[in-house]
């Protein structure tokens, strides 16, 4: 293996092995915990900003108005809190077959959230006068939920993990004093896991009369004891693009606009079932439930963004963001698999797009203390009919500070803390929804709140 393709590897291990990434810090499964000065402002004005090195991650062309070159590593503490209370759960009815059958369980669920860690590196250099280039390398994208393997919705969900490692080499043009353009290279590495139990109390009382025959002798309808396990594993790589422009239209007043492009992403991977002895001779003819290859498609969704920065001075500025994200395109999960027996696994998504505002203050008490402070409202994709355990988001409230220490003319520290307020989200999934025939009816709801403290070091050459 080649040196840049070994150290590619070590790099998602290292971040895989750092970041246990949670559905809760951000709207849908995106990241925005990239830049502790930024985050200090609740990312307002983030496209415009362009303060440091690391927010090449909001707008490319921030390298522009950089003179020199610099480092900088990211490193954010998330501390997500969600609980399952009020739940209940009940098979599929099958008429004339099988009436609706309670799923025994625990009924609710303590924290689904585990703390976790996201890093991220940039660098950038100065080749001439009026051109930058550009290197970030972090995690735009993740979600990690685990639920007790007993809990009343575990036919929808046990685990679902999905880590996407972002590698963004960018380069900026100062076309003039005050306008500056950049274009970079998305490449991204996607690795997911999901699992979920089988009821096949249910499945060995229904398929066999569907095909004319008896149902298996002691079949239990949502009996955990006579559950079976389904597990996928893939990965991925996936490219696309990003894009922005900084204008400074007057000393000290910047306006900054940015894209990111969709990124494609179809996992290949192994898809293993695991069958209660009592029903293996009964399911062994069939083909169904037997360990095979299999696939699904995902795709990152495409964003634009509009910032302004606005100095009040030489010790206040303030600031505000604009963005638009278009999760639209997460319409189903669907998964297929190499053995033809084994219909499609299916999951209903129906997002929608979304909107980001936010609004933020700096005061600079003199040049090398910074404090900052920012509001955000951040908007869901997930419509309320299609809400599943997996990512069980809804609308949220930023309040964030931040404070910066020159320490040396050439090192920059700087600390980012948010709270977010999430509204209680609700699950009402339908037997009689696509895909759910076997999961059964789940109700309850989600009980929200995230903490994030982020540290950051920047190193100018």
């Not at 040196?3 to 070590?10: I, Q």
Request: net charge negative; charged share 20%; glycine share 10%.
């Amino acid at each position: 293996m080649k040196p840049f393709s070994l150290f590619l590897v070590f790099l998602a291990a290292l971040v895989c092995h750092l970041m246990n990434a949670n559905h809760l810090h951000a709207s849908g499964f995106a990241i925005r915990e990239q830049s502790a000065q930024a985050q200090g402002n609740a990312f307002a004005g983030a496209t415009a900003g362009a303060e440091d090195v690391t927010y090449l991650f909001f707008n490319p062309a921030a390298l522009g108005r950089l003179e020199t070159p610099q480092t900088a590593g990211v490193l954010s503490f998330v501390a997500p809190r969600s609980k399952f209370r009020r739940g209940s759960a009940s098979t599929g009815p099958f008429p004339p077959v099988l009436p609706a059958f309670p799923v025994q369980g625990s009924q609710d669920h303590d924290d689904i959230a585990e703390d976790f860690f996201v890093p991220a590196f940039y660098g950038m250099f100065v080749p001439g006068e009026n051109l930058r280039f550009g290197l970030g390398i972090n995690v735009p994208y993740g979600l990690e939920s685990n639920y007790d393997r007993d809990w009343i919705g575990r036919y929808h969900a046990v685990e679902s993990k999905l880590v996407i490692l972002g590698i963004n080499p960018v380069m900026a043009v100062r076309l003039t004093e005050r306008v500056s353009i950049g274009l970079g290279f998305q490449a991204q590495y996607a690795d997911a896991e999901i699992s979920n139990a089988i009821d096949f109390g249910t499945i060995a009382t229904v398929l066999p009369a569907a095909a004319g025959g008896a149902p298996v002798v002691g079949a239990d309808p949502g009996n955990p004891a006579q559950d079976g396990y389904f597990k996928l594993a893939g990965y991925d790589w996936g490219y696309g693009w990003n894009a922005g422009l900084l204008i400074e239209p007057t000393p000290g007043t910047r306006l900054g606009f940015a894209y990111r492009s969709k990124i494609d992403h179809t996992f290949d991977g192994d898809a293993d079932f695991s069958v209660p002895a009592q029903f293996d001779g009964a399911f062994a003819p069939t083909g169904l439930f037997r360990d095979t290859g299999a696939e699904a498609e995902l795709t990152t969704p495409e964003s634009w963004s509009a910032g302004f920065y606005q100095e009040l001075g030489s010790r206040w500025a303030i600031m505000a963001e604009l963005s638009r994200t278009y999760w639209n395109r997460f319409e189903q999960l669907v998964i297929q698999f190499d053995n033809p027996a084994q219909p499609d696994n299916i999951t209903d998504a129906d997002w929608k797009d979304t909107w980001f505002y936010a609004l933020g203050v700096t005061f600079k008490p003199s040049k090398d203390w910074e404090f900052r402070t920012g509001v955000a409202y951040d908007e869901s994709p997930v419509p309320d009919n299609t809400r599943i355990p997996r990512i069980p988001d809804e609308d949220r409230i930023w309040l964030s500070a931040g404070i910066q220490w020159r320490a040396k003319p050439f090192l920059t520290v700087s600390a980012g803390y948010t709270h977010i307020w999430v509204d209680d989200s609700q699950i009402d999934l339908k037997a009689t929804d696509p895909g759910n025939a076997f999961r059964g009816d789940l109700t309850g709801e989600y009980e929200n709140v995230i903490d994030i403290a982020t540290f950051q070091l920047n190193w100018i050459f």
